[in-house]
């Protein structure tokens, strides 16, 4: 749950039903608040502060995935099981070095621009079964690749996908594809299985913790951006909320980011500082 969560629900008898906003209105909103732009390419790739508003643009920000690697994981590496298919893909085209980034890179593209409203193709397999699964959970989609920012540590990232839930839910969407198996075997360093480092000492160092990591970040980046946060009251959302979406070949499973998480994602920014 978000800082808009409220805490004390007026009487429904004293008040009007709640409209659900436009996810056209909700799209535009995100889509001039983004407060940097991923630019440039291979290891020159990074993210740039923007301002909205302006055409004034920053310097080059850290990126999140590579301080949670050097800041907040253990320094062990994951088992063999976290780290490779456990299923046959149905298609060749993915198959061989780097197939697996390839096929992930391209249904995190997809998925954004269907969010986005900016192209429509036809989708993979994989996207099609991400989008049921949103389907099924009362998600449509908002907004894909929404960039978000810690300007006291100097970190950006960005939310895979943004739906809209309900009438006042916005859920920010991790998308994994590519981890059939493995996602709690924990690293191992002589014999004894791993933990994260402080503030998440409490969780033991495995794929979906990483993951789960992230999502808290991001989160904590998206809600804290307060001028955003106000404009999205303004039209009615309420609470926002963090999943994270497994999505392979056999089946698809869904993460919820609890409040232990929620409650770490500002702590661990404050890490980088």
């Known amino acids: ?26 799209r535009t909103i995100l889509r001039r608040s983004a407060p940097a732009k991923l630019v440039g390419s291979g290891k020159r790739k990074g993210f740039r502060r923007v301002y909205p508003g302006s055409d004034r643009t920053g310097t080059m920000m850290r990126g999140l995935t590579r301080l949670l690697e050097e800041r907040a994981f253990s320094a062990t590496s994951l088992p063999a099981i976290a780290k490779r298919a456990s299923t046959t893909r149905p298609n060749k085209a993915w198959r061989g070095r780097d197939g697996g980034r390839k096929r992930g890179r391209l249904v995190d593209k997809q998925l954004s621009d269907l969010a986005n409203g900016t ?12 989008l049921a699964a949103l389907a099924s959970r009362g998600i449509r989609l908002v907004r894909g690749q929404q960039t978000v920012v810690h300007d ?21 969407i991790e998308l994994k594809t590519g981890y059939d198996s493995g996602r709690l075997a924990p690293a191992m360093r002589h014999g004894a299985p791993q933990s994260m480092r402080p503030p998440l000492a409490k969780a033991s160092d495995c794929v979906a913790h990483r993951h789960l990591a992230q999502l808290s970040a991001t989160a904590a980046m998206f809600v804290g951006d307060h001028a955003t946060m106000a404009k999205l009251k303004e039209v009615g959302i309420r609470r926002v909320t963090g999943e994270l979406l497994y999505v392979t070949d056999e089946d698809v499973e869904v993460i919820d980011l609890c409040e232990w998480w929620l409650s770490r994602g500002a702590r661990l920014l404050n890490t980088f500082v």
């Open 152 to 172: 006291r540590s100097n970190v950006a990232s960005a939310v895979d996908v943004i739906g809209l839930r309900g009438a006042d839910e916005l859920v920010l």
């Open 119 to 130: 192209k429509k193709t036809r989708p993979h397999r994989l996207t099609r079964i991400a």
């Open 1 to 26: 749950m978000s800082h808009l969560e409220e805490t004390h629900p007026p009487d429904d008898r004293n008040v009007e039903p709640r409209q659900t906003p436009r996810v056209s209105t909700l």
